[in-house]
């Protein structure tokens, strides 16, 4: 199926409006229980909005036009303050619908419910909008857990395709440590949902050329989304693997990003006191990095500038319209 329109926070676009995507970053990210640590520091809601514009126009500035934050439902996701931000800053911003994996979700309510049930719910933030903003689900988040794939995240990467395939979105998937990417298409291709529909996202954890090419080889998008990160890996282990699998003839399944988080919300990890905490910790993890710094490494040690746009206008158009599907 491809989708004549895609579901923004400020209301439909056509696929040929997206341009230059950031297809996995974030704005607002609160762990299970952010809202219970009362020590943590106060969220301002007007200071993080004037950073995140302030981010936003520094985007547009490097040609971005769409940035696509795949917080799941249960980690702080707050759709109003994007479509706010998307209004004021003029960015186009895509939210998503589903839950995290097992064990950093808040699993309670998830787990009662059946298959069917979550499934409906998914739907329903696609076609009508969460809660009662109106505002609605441009793809689905799918999540699994490092090695395995529990039986809570079996149902809900099976509700997420089932709900997928009725409304016609893609949906972009978290892996823990670059595993379960084939268990994750298995489950959506099982579901009756095109590899090329799927983005096996946060790939790029691992040096293992054959792991890439063998997603990419199945028909999902393979994602190179974790830029800057460098205690998970150096990005000249992610650059010279985004050039291995552009090589092997598979630069139209390959996404860029950076997994970047604007606020944290709460206390959840180590370092994240505060955004300039943050940034002094790990420099390079901002969503302008991209641009300004990995692309022209890109080029430099021998991707094609035409495969540039191919990689940051025309992947993510193919991923959002359903013209990537393999079928
Ligand atoms: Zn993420």
Not at 92 to 104: K, L, N, P, V
Not at 182 to 195: K, R
Request: charged content about 25%; glycine content about 10%; some cysteine.
């Amino acid at each position: 199926m491809t989708a004549e329109s895609i579901q923004t926070t400020t209301g439909a676009a056509a696929p040929s409006e997206l341009g230059r995507t950031l297809i996995h970053e974030h704005v607002l990210v609160g762990m299970p229980g952010w809202d219970l640590d009362g020590m943590a520091p106060r969220f301002v809601r007007e200071e993080v909005m004037a950073r995140a514009i302030d981010q936003m126009q520094m985007l547009a500035d490097l040609g971005v036009e769409t940035f696509v934050d795949p917080c799941p439902m249960d980690l702080g996701r707050d759709v109003e303050f994007l479509a706010e931000l998307s209004q004021k800053s003029g960015m186009r911003i895509i939210c998503t619908t589903g839950a995290y994996f097992e064990e950093g979700g808040i699993t309670y309510t998830f787990r009662q419910l059946s298959v069917e049930q979550i499934t409906e719910i998914y739907v329903d933030e696609i076609t009508r909008g969460v809660g009662d903003t109106g505002i609605r689900a441009g793809a689905v988040k799918i999540a699994t857990g490092s090695r395995s794939v529990t039986d809570y995240e079996r149902k809900l990467v099976t509700a997420g395709a089932r709900a997928a395939k009725a409304t016609g979105v893609p949906l972009i998937s978290h892996t823990q440590d670059a595993t379960c990417g084939h268990d994750q298409i298995d489950i959506v291709t099982g579901e009756g949902v095109d590899a090329g529909r799927l983005l096996v996202g946060h790939s790029d954890g691992i040096d293992d050329p054959a792991y890439h090419r063998s997603l990419a080889e199945r028909g999902a998008f393979v994602g190179f989304d974790r830029f800057g990160i460098a205690a998970i890996l150096p990005d000249e282990v992610r650059i010279r693997n985004v050039l291995r699998l552009a090589e092997a003839g598979f630069t139209d399944r390959i996404l860029l990003s950076h997994d970047s988080v604007l606020c944290w919300l709460g206390r959840p990890v180590p370092l994240a006191l505060d955004y300039a905490d943050v940034l002094a910790a790990m420099p390079d993890w901002r969503p302008t990095f991209l641009l300004e710094k990995v692309i022209p490494q890109l080029i430099e040690q021998g991707l094609a500038k035409e495969d540039v746009d191919r990689i940051l206008v025309d992947n993510p158009r193919r991923f959002f319209s359903g013209a990537a599907a393999t079928t």
